[in-house]
């Protein structure tokens, strides 16, 4: 009786000493996405880090480097001030601030942990996140009135009316990254928790509910597009003159580049929105990283659609590496007497 009762006490201690331990990995870092099962517990104990949060770190790295480039191309280049590239310009710091997040969430994570860097982290997350979607739906509204208004867009006023746009959409990104910082969160009450910690269903539910309005705007203006479109194209059908006929190829250019954008906007973030609203705390984490990474794919994929393939910004970066590369050659050509 005395061995049995001994036993069982020892194991009700190993049971409780794997259970705080669990509760120290899981409660402590600066992302924690749901509550693991017993069986994805056991993993993070065999591995001292996670796997998922160094993809998500080298994603943010990827989207860091690429987004750095096309900011200070624009930051430095004075010709690119015109309405489209102060839209490219905020979605690449966008973009930016969310890998640069993605990084210190691991850095915090794994170096730092506490409850207030927590929720720093997962605000600027939140807000980074939310201004790059923001910046994607101005660009597609650009996008239509500069076909619905061709002859009057190009002015002074088109350009105040892209920055009181960029302030209303980085205010309101601002502000639900703020939410959780400011109380909204579940630290006090972990049944409210959802699947990323820690922010609750209710904010989660907000933020997807968001994103599923803005996606609706965006197809909605872009079937809109594809209607000027193909009213164009009748009109340069009927008269055949040139400057209509390269005015309608710039026109299905953009048509296409945005087809292209709305398809990897969709494809990276629906299968994300649709766990957030449908997905449960129980549930195990890896559910919720595989649906976050490609999430974050999108904003990876943007300076590639947006910047590198623009004519202009093209012909900056050539300069650019270009002026670099000729002024360190004449450098090194010089005699030492010159020098």
């Excluded at 954008?261 to 919720?288: K, Q």
């Excluded at 904003?299 to 623009?310: E, L, V």
Aim: aromatic share 12%; glycine share 6%; hydrophobic share 50%.
């Amino acid at each position: 009786m005395n061995e049995s009762a001994a036993a069982n006490e020892s194991l009700a201690e190993l049971s409780v000493t794997s259970w705080v331990e669990a509760e120290a990995l899981n409660g402590n870092g600066s992302l924690a996405l749901s509550s693991p099962s017993s069986s994805s517990s056991s993993s993070l104990l065999d591995f001292p880090v996670n796997p998922w949060d160094i993809m998500l770190c080298l994603s943010g790295t990827v989207i860091a480097c690429e987004n750095a480039i096309v900011v200070a191309i624009i930051f430095y280049t004075p010709t690119l001030r015109t309405p489209m590239f102060v839209l490219i310009g905020s979605l690449a710091t966008a973009d930016l601030l969310a890998g640069v997040g993605l990084i210190l969430n691991f850095v915090f994570q794994y170096v730092i942990s506490s409850e207030t860097i927590s929720l720093i982290t997962v605000g600027f997350l939140v807000a980074s996140f939310t201004a790059s979607i923001s910046s994607l739906l101005a660009i597609t509204v650009d996008r239509y009135l500069s076909l619905y208004n061709a002859l009057t867009y190009v002015s002074e006023k088109t350009l105040h009316y892209v920055h009181l746009m960029l302030v209303g959409a980085w205010g309101a990104s601002l502000g639900l990254g703020l939410l959780p910082v400011l109380g909204w969160n579940c630290l006090d009450d972990a049944e409210s928790c959802s699947i990323v910690r820690p922010l609750r269903r209710a904010n989660v539910t907000l933020l997807a509910g968001s994103f599923f309005v803005i996606f609706a705007l965006m197809l909605s203006l872009y079937l809109r597009i594809c209607k000027i479109v193909c009213r164009h194209a009748h009109q340069i059908a009927l008269q055949q003159h040139f400057f209509a006929a390269s005015h309608y190829v710039a026109t299905k250019k953009g048509v296409s580049t945005l087809a292209i954008i709305l398809g990897t906007f969709g494809a990276s973030w629906l299968p994300f929105a649709v766990y957030c609203l449908v997905g449960e705390r129980e549930y195990p984490a890896v559910y919720t990283y595989a649906t976050l990474l490609p999430a974050t794919y999108n904003s990876m994929i943007n300076p590639i659609i947006y910047a590198y393939r623009n004519a202009e910004i093209q012909r900056s970066i050539y300069v650019l590496f270009c002026g670099c590369f000729h002024a360190n050659v004449s450098y090194r050509s010089r005699s030492p007497s010159e020098v």
